[in-house]
């Protein structure tokens, strides 16, 4: 090991690979039998189950539940997936401390819910363990559905459509399918390549074929798309990033955090992934978190979450927070860049503090300067590259009902698309939704 | 502090927990370890005629589990000792003489002949032990013998093999009867005829615990084969309350000493049980789960009940309850109850919901925000949401005052009690005096 947490600037091997190993292993390690059983044992049972209600996709939660329970691990999973095909990487991701958990009456009665994500991971593991796949491709209809986007929403509506006997092709930009399961998520959230596992796991069905390095716009177009298919679902993401709209935010060690963690999820030696001595996360959500408390497991020795208002509005989970916080990340509120500093590359950040005022959200003209050798912006992303003709709400593919854009024949879902959150699962929702209008539609 | 001593049958222990005729009884080395942790007597397993018996070589006990493993019930298709009788003996001495403050009551079985109590009898005796107990009771194996449950189903033999004990014996006699019957008053009465000393109940139930779906064999498995075991644990307790009341209750019987057995697992279970009529607990299945060491968790809580509710001594317990069980037909039907959810305890989770709509009156409205209430037009106070419900405390049955009308029938509550017996739909009712 040549460099420590103390090594001045952005470099690699900061710690041990066997430290950096250690440190992205599994965030929840999958339950095994016995405990599973325990945890099961805590559902009640709820009529109308609150859980349901907050789950995305509707997995009937306490029946899986119950038949972990009766030890039918296999029959548990084949309830989640009838929901959500995706559902061993929503019980990895999924904020579900905010959502099932969050609902779960155990939560409002002993601030300890059924660990209802790590249920879901154990019953979708034992019956993925098993090789097979459990859907069978309907009778073929001689429709043909064009996907654009490998990620869940693709995935999950090219799956459903497959189930209807639909013959899909996906298109994704990326050299790989999985979307931002495979190039987005914290690397201790999904170990050992389960993204792609998953992946090959669902085109099992058969039916779907795959053709990555194609994207919308360079490669492909809508209207060509739409001449040779029957129908187009977009699920393509939202692939631009906001700026900072500081100075100096062009400088050396300035990047942004998206690409920060893809890189990480596409480097099989994280011990030779170069970070920096100290490292500021500017922004307040989910992949906010993930750069930074990664940046930390990598060896850097300060890493700093920045975000310009109070920590009831950011958009990371408390969880996510303490999880950060544990890592020793600091998280600063109330604070917008203003400047980085620094001779070509970044040394140091400037803030401002901020308050709530009358109009918004207003500087209070006190600044404070942090050390910054790795600056990563993590303050949105944004649609880049929609096609044209399809009208936009706000920065996003209008869509109503199950997905439907204002272009006939053409379906939207996923981060890409208005309403719902962006999250794994509401992606997987939608696509799924959009699958069964698209069906409708072919067939009616 | 409450003296838990006992004088049962004319046997001293110095606390009512006893271990049952069992495993955990079988020889002199574990019951030296029960009396060091503070056991007031131990019933020893069972002794029969040489040439000793002999089990099985494969797996002995079938179990049912409740949630986390916890064990709820056993099975078992053990015989009495497999030891020869002069090594028992020889044992009980030893462990009554350097115990002598402790209960030792010795299990026996010998055929149904008088020469074989005869025989064994002076034996027993001499080892110096407080008391004998007949096991009518064991419904595995030893019955196909024509022994154990094949006596203690056959009311007159309980009597004949108990006289001929009486007979032969200054001892002590407690007769342990078998529940595998239908109506326990009916060998209670045989054992008090032959001039029992007191019975003790309950032996195990006559159970298959489970099926290993895979080899179509009953639970615990030999070769592939399963034979019916007697079934025990705190799965058995209601069943063993009932039946320890039945006898407590019967005029013929009433009075009859009764050492309580059956799923005693906490201080609370042997109360109950000495409430209902019992003098002495005996316990098994809590021991081979956990251990000896739950006497001090026995004797400590049993102490502190007493303290708190005032008895000084075990007989202040003994059959408190009794007067309490009594026929359905001489129940109250004008104590008329109604269902109440506390809103603020509620975590609305909807079972009594579903329980009632379900399987019940519909009795409960679920109304917008998931607030569940009863409905007193609908709601007949059967306690299902009750017991169905996670949060102890939140849904009570509250007493509508006489006075009040029952939403329900529409009918003034009354003050006066009444029952079947004089109830206008009773076709044998007796006219009001």
């Known amino acids: 090991m040549s460099n420590s947490p103390q090594t001045p600037g952005i470099a690699p091997a900061r710690l041990d690979a066997e430290e950096v190993a250690r440190n992205f292993s599994d965030l929840h390690p999958a339950y095994d039998d016995h405990e599973a059983m325990v945890a099961a044992d805590r559902c009640y049972f709820c009529y109308d189950a609150p859980c349901i209600t907050a789950c995305p996709t509707s997995i009937d939660i306490p029946l899986f539940i119950r038949q972990i329970q009766a030890g039918h691990p296999e029959g548990a999973a084949k309830t989640i997936f009838d929901q959500n095909i995706l559902g061993g990487m929503c019980a990895r991701v999924c904020p579900t401390e905010t959502l099932c958990e969050e609902a779960c009456v155990r939560e409002a009665a002993e601030g300890k819910p059924v660990e209802i994500g790590r249920l879901q991971r154990y019953a979708t593991d034992a019956l993925m363990a098993r090789g097979q796949h459990p859907y069978e491709r309907g009778e073929a209809t001689g429709k043909r559905v064009a996907v654009v986007g490998a990620g869940p929403a693709g995935l999950a509506c090219a799956h459903r459509l497959a189930m209807k006997g639909h013959d899909v092709v996906i298109f994704d930009a990326r050299p790989k399918p999985g979307g931002l399961n495979e190039f987005g998520i914290a690397t201790y959230k999904t170990v050992g390549g389960f993204a792609q596992a998953e992946v090959d796991w669902l085109l099992k069905i058969g039916g779907i074929t795959v053709e990555t390095g194609k994207a919308l716009g360079s490669d492909l177009s809508l209207d060509a798309l739409m001449d040779e298919y029957d129908a187009v679902f977009l699920g393509i993401g939202l692939q631009g990033v906001n700026a900072l709209r500081a100075e100096g935010e062009d400088k050396g060690g300035v990047a942004d955090a998206v690409d920060f963690i893809a890189e990480l999820r596409q480097t099989s030696d994280l011990s030779s992934l170069p970070v920096g001595r100290n490292v500021v996360v500017i922004g307040g959500g989910m992949t906010a978190v993930d750069a930074a408390v990664q940046s930390k497991l990598l060896g850097a020795e300060n890493v700093t979450i920045a975000y310009r208002r109070g920590r009831d509005r950011m958009s990371a989970s408390r969880f996510e927070q303490d999880l950060a916080a544990s890592k020793g990340v600091r998280l600063i509120f109330n604070a917008q860049p203003k400047t980085v500093h620094g001779n070509g590359s970044a040394a140091e950040i400037e803030f401002e503090y901020t308050r709530d005022g009358a109009n918004g959200l207003e500087p209070t003209g006190e600044t404070f300067r942090i050390a910054a050798d790795q600056v990563f912006k993590a303050i949105g992303q944004t649609l880049d590259g929609a096609p044209n003709g399809l009208t936009l709400d706000g920065n996003k593919i209008a869509v109503t009902g199950a997905g439907r854009t204002t272009r006939d024949k053409v379906w939207a879902g996923g981060d890409c698309a208005s309403g719902g959150d962006d999250l794994t699962v509401t992606a997987v929702a939608e696509g799924r939704d959009a699958a069964e209008d698209i069906h409708t539609a072919l067939m009616g | ?433």
Request: with cysteine; glycine share 10%.
């Open chain 2, 1 to 433: 502090m409450a003296d838990l001593s006992t004088n049962f049958v004319g046997i001293k222990s110095p606390n009512p927990f006893w271990l049952a005729s069992a495993p955990p009884t079988d020889k002199e080395y574990n019951v030296r370890r029960a009396f060091e942790a503070g056991w007031g007597g131990v019933v020893w397993k069972t002794l029969g005629l040489d040439p000793h018996i002999v089990n099985v070589n494969g797996p002995r006990y079938g179990v049912v589990y409740g949630a986390d493993r916890r064990v709820l019930g056993i099975n078992n298709i053990e015989l009495i000792t497999d030891r020869p009788l002069e090594t028992n003996l020889e044992e009980i001495k030893r462990v009554k003489a350097d115990y002598p403050d402790r209960a030792v009551i010795v299990s026996l079985m010998v055929p149904c002949e008088e020469w074989a109590w005869k025989e064994i009898l002076p034996k027993v005796e001499d080892t110096g032990c407080d008391g004998i107990e007949l096991n009518f009771g064991c419904p595995h194996g030893m019955s196909e013998r024509g022994m154990g449950a094949a006596v203690g189903q056959v009311p007159e033999y309980i009597q004949m093999v108990t006289e001929w004990c009486k007979a032969n014996t200054h001892l002590p006699v407690l007769v342990k009867l078998t529940p595998n019957i239908t109506d326990i008053r009916y060998p209670a009465r045989a054992a008090h005829a032959g001039g029992a000393d007191g019975v003790s109940l309950i032996n195990t139930i006559s159970s298959i615990t489970s099926v290993n779906l895979d080899t179509m064999s009953p639970e615990p498995s030999i070769d592939g084969k399963g034979s019916h075991g007697g079934y025990c644990g705190p799965a058995v307790k209601p069943i063993a309350l009932n039946m320890v009341a039945e006898i407590a209750r019967d005029p013929e019987t009433a009075g009859l000493p009764i050492s309580g057995i059956g799923g005693v697992t906490t201080w609370r279970d042997a109360a109950e049980f000495l409430s209902l009529g019992a003098g002495s607990v005996q316990v098994c299945t809590a021991a081979m789960v956990y251990g000896f060491g739950i006497i001090k968790e026995l004797t400590a809580g049993l102490s502190d009940w007493m303290d708190e509710k005032g008895y000084t001594s075990i007989d202040q317990v003994t059959g408190r309850a009794v007067p309490n069980v009594t026929d359905w037909q001489y129940l109250n039907l004008n104590y008329v109850t109604k269902a109440r959810i506390d809103q603020d305890a509620c975590i609305k989770c909807g079972r009594c919901y579903a329980a009632c709509e379900d399987t019940s009156h519909q009795a409960i409205a679920m109304k917008p925000g998931r607030v569940f209430e009863v409905i007193d037009e609908e709601c007949v106070a059967c306690n299902l949401c009750v017991d169905v419900c996670p949060v102890e405390d939140c849904i009570t049955m509250e007493r509508l005052a006489p006075g009040e009308v029952d939403a329900r029938t529409g009918k003034v509550v009354e003050a006066d009690y009444a029952n079947w017996t004089t109830h206008p739909n009773n076709p044998s009712a007796k006219a009001a005096e």
